[in-house]
């Protein structure tokens, strides 16, 4: 199983999301802190669920990179979390429409 599918496999069972994109960013990072040849070494996260309703930012992310830890510590150099609630706003809706 690959990095990617591991992140996705232990994100959907953790969280049920009702959307996720896990992107390998790792070919933006060549020649970077942590990049290896063959990639899947950076990642963004892009999580929509329940399970964050009423939960901070802060742990938000916490339940994520404490889920990922192992892969942290083995071979995930990074990891860019967008994570929210359905009820929240899509940040990245106003930057598309251009509002502010």
Do not use: Y
């Not at 929509?48 to 802060?58: C, I, K, N, Y």
């Not at 938000?60 to 942290?72: P, S």
């Amino acid at each position: 199983m690959s990095m990617k599918e591991t992140i996705i496999d232990k994100l959907s069972q953790a969280f049920a999301p009702a959307s996720l994109d896990v992107i390998d960013e790792s070919d933006k990072h060549k020649g970077h802190g942590g990049w290896r040849e063959g990639g899947e070494t950076h990642f963004r996260v892009r999580i929509v669920s329940e399970a964050f309703s009423g939960m901070s930012r802060v742990n938000r992310h916490r339940a994520i990179n404490e889920l990922l830890a192992d892969e942290l510590a083995a071979s995930v150099h990074a990891l860019a979390i967008e994570v929210r609630a359905p009820e929240d706003p899509d940040p990245r809706a106003a930057r598309i429409s251009g509002a502010s």
